[in-house]
């Protein structure tokens, strides 16, 4: 029952930490940050028909929660080996 709600705010957290790590490198305003801004429009164009295509073939909404869990984690780990 809480299964939905429970991911959602496990993303929400988790997401908050790559969006500190992104606004932290895009603040530099070097080459690396001209990159992870062209990365970030990149992952939410691909995100919008990511979403549309799962929930047209009838994955679950928890599923596609989980899927944008992996992704935050892996930029997470991405962007903390780069500092």
């Known amino acids: 029952m809480f299964a ?3 991911s959602v705010v496990r993303l929400a957290l988790e997401s908050s930490e790559v969006i500190g790590l992104r606004v932290a490198k895009l603040a530099a305003g070097d080459i690396s940050a001209q990159h992870e801004a062209r990365l970030i429009v990149t992952e939410k164009v691909s995100a919008v028909f990511e979403v549309g295509t ?17 992704q935050v984690a892996a930029n997470a780990r ?6």
Do not use: K, M, Y
């Open 4 to 6: 939905p709600w429970l």
């Open 54 to 70: 799962s929930l047209l073939l009838g994955v679950t909404a928890t599923n596609v929660i989980n899927q944008f869990r992996d």
């Open 78 to 83: 991405r962007l903390s080996a780069e500092n």
